[in-house]
C-alpha cells in the first residue's frame, strides 16, 4: 500500500477514536505520525520532529499565560467594562466591535493569527461576562480577522496578488479583498441569528456601583424585562437606559496598568515591529509575574495545555502527510480530470480541507500554484477563480486545529472545554463541507455563464 493511501487511512481512524473516545486527539495524532512516519514514509524520528509547531506552541503558551494574568489582576474585567461603556451597554453590538476590531487589524497588515490572539481573549471575556455564546464571539473574532485579511496591503493579500502578478494572470486586489470581506460579513450575520444574537437585541448592560469598588457588578437589562435573579441597583428594565446609582468609578490598581502597558506592547511589537507573538507574549508575562509574583504563581496551571497538545500533535502528522506526498497526490488527481469547472470546485475543496490542519498562506498559494495551467487556458473567469480559492482556503481557520481555531478554544472561559471543542470542531466540519462550495457558487459560477 502506498504512503500516500496510509497516511488517508491513518488520519480516518485518528478522527474515529477521538469522536468515540475521550482520548486527546493530539495524542493520538503524534502516536500516528511516529508509527506511520517511520514505519511507511521512511522518516527518522527527528525528521518527524522537524515538523513539530514549535511556533504555534509558543504561540498558544505566550498568550494564554499573559492574559491567565491579566484575568487574575482584573484587567480584563476593566477592559470588559471601558468597551461597554463604548457601545453604550448595546449587549448585541459588542459581537460586531469585535468583527470590526480585528478585521481593521488584518487589513493593515497583521497576521490573521496575531490579531486574534490580541482579540479572542478580550472578546470572550466579554461573552463569559454578559451572557453570549462563546461560539458566536470566537467565530465573530476569526471570520472578522479573515474578512480584512485580503486588504492589498495585508499578508494574505500581498502573497496571493503576488503570484497572481509573476503568472502573468488578470488580477484585480480590490475584488479579492471586497469578495473576502463580503464573504465573511454574510457568515457572521448568519451566525449572530443563528447562535443567539437575536436574544441579545434590546438588552443593555451597566456597571453600578455596590457598597465598595472591589465587589462592583454587572447588571444586564432586557428590554422585556430584567433577567432571573437578584436586580443591581434598582434597574427598571426599560431596555433605553440602565436605571440605578450613578456609576462610580473603580480603583484603577498598579498591576491592571502595568498588564494594559504589557497589552499594548504585545499589539505594538507583534504588529508594527513583526515580532513573534508567542516570544513577545511571554516576556511581558513573565515580566508582570516579576511585580507581584506570589499572586501569579498558579497563572501557568492556567495555560490550556490540554490545546496545547491537541494542536501540536495533529500538525505534527499533517507535516507527515505533507512528506508522505499525499496534498501532491491529491492534487494531481483533481487536476487530471481537465474540466475547468469542476477543477475550480475540487481546489477550492483541498484549499479548505487541507487549510483547516495546515498553514492558510502556505495552502492559498499551493491551490493558485494548481490552478495556473487551466487559468491561462483561459476556459474560466481568472479573478472569479482566484477569489474563491482565497476565501475557501482561509474561511476554515475556524478549525480548532488552526491557529486561530486554537487561540479561541484556548482562550474561552467559563465553559466545558471538551464541549467547546467539539462545537467549535462541528462547526468547522460545517464551514469546510459548506464553504468552499459556496465560494465556488458565489464567485466562480457567475463567470462561467
Avoid at 484585480?172 to 470581506?181: E, M
Avoid at 487556458?377 to 476565501?391: H, P, Q
Wanted: aromatic share 8%; proline share 4%; charged share 10%.
Amino acid at each position: 500500500m502506498s504512503p500516500e493511501i496510509v497516511t488517508i487511512i491513518a488520519l480516518i481512524v485518528i478522527f474515529a477514536i477521538a469522536t468515540f473516545l475521550p482520548i486527546n486527539m493530539g495524542a493520538l495524532a503524534f502516536v500516528a505520525a511516529f508509527l506511520v512516519g517511520t514505519l511507511s514514509v521512511g522518516l527518522s524520528t527527528d525528521d518527524i520532529l522537524a515538523g513539530f509547531p514549535a511556533e504555534l506552541v509558543v504561540t498558544l503558551i505566550g498568550v494564554t499565560y499573559l492574559f491567565a494574568i491579566a484575568q487574575n489582576n482584573g484587567t480584563v474585567d476593566l477592559l470588559v467594562r471601558g468597551a461597554v461603556r463604548l457601545v453604550r451597554g448595546h449587549v448585541a453590538a459588542i459581537p460586531w466591535i469585535m468583527f470590526a476590531v480585528t478585521a481593521l487589524l488584518t487589513a493593515i497588515g497583521a497576521l490573521s493569527p496575531a490579531a486574534v490572539a490580541i482579540i479572542a481573549p478580550i472578546a470572550l471575556g466579554f461573552a463569559a461576562r454578559y451572557q453570549i455564546n462563546p461560539l458566536l464571539m470566537g467565530m465573530m473574532v476569526i471570520h472578522g480577522a479573515q474578512g480584512g485579511g485580503f486588504s492589498p496591503i495585508s499578508v494574505y493579500g500581498v502573497t496571493v496578488n503576488t503570484i497572481v502578478e509573476t503568472e502573468g494572470l488578470t488580477t484585480s486586489p480590490v475584488t479579492v479583498f471586497l469578495g473576502s470581506l463580503l464573504f465573511n460579513l454574510a457568515i457572521a450575520l448568519v451566525l449572530f441569528f443563528v447562535l443567539g444574537g437575536r436574544r441579545l437585541l434590546g438588552r443593555k448592560v451597566g456597571v453600578t456601583a455596590p457598597a465598595t469598588a472591589e465587589h462592583a457588578k454587572a447588571t444586564v437589562v432586557s428590554g422585556h424585562g430584567a433577567p432571573p435573579g437578584p436586580a443591581v441597583g434598582g434597574g427598571s428594565g426599560s431596555g433605553d437606559a440602565v436605571d440605578g446609582e450613578p456609576e462610580r468609578p473603580q480603583k484603577v490598581t498598579l498591576d491592571q496598568v502595568l498588564t494594559l502597558i504589557g497589552l499594548v506592547a504585545v499589539a505594538v511589537l507583534a504588529l508594527v515591529f513583526d515580532l513573534d507573538i508567542g516570544f513577545v507574549s511571554i516576556t511581558v508575562a513573565t515580566v508582570l509575574a516579576l511585580f507581584a509574583a506570589a499572586r501569579h504563581k498558579g497563572a501557568v496551571s492556567q495555560i490550556s495545555w490540554s490545546t496545547v497538545l491537541l494542536i501540536a500533535g495533529v500538525l505534527t502528522f499533517v507535516f507527515v502527510l505533507q512528506e508522505a506526498g499525499t496534498i501532491d497526490y491529491v492534487g494531481e488527481a483533481v487536476i487530471g480530470l481537465g474540466i475547468p469547472l469542476l477543477i475550480a470546485l475540487l481546489l477550492c475543496y483541498i484549499g479548505g480541507v487541507v487549510s483547516a490542519f495546515a498553514s492558510s498562506t502556505a495552502i492559498i498559494g499551493v491551490a493558485i500554484a494548481l490552478a495556473v495551467p487551466f487559468l491561462q487556458a483561459g476556459d474560466i473567469g481568472t479573478v472569479g477563480v482566484i477569489v474563491a480559492l482565497s476565501v475557501a482556503s482561509t474561511i476554515v481557520d475556524v478549525s480548532p486545529f488552526s491557529t486561530n481555531g486554537a487561540l479561541v478554544l484556548a482562550n474561552a472561559q467559563d465553559v466545558d472545554r471538551d464541549r467547546f471543542y467539539k462545537q467549535i470542531l462541528a462547526y468547522s466540519g460545517i464551514v469546510v463541507t459548506v464553504g468552499p462550495f459556496l465560494a465556488w457558487l458565489v464567485f466562480v459560477v457567475p463567470g462561467w455563464l
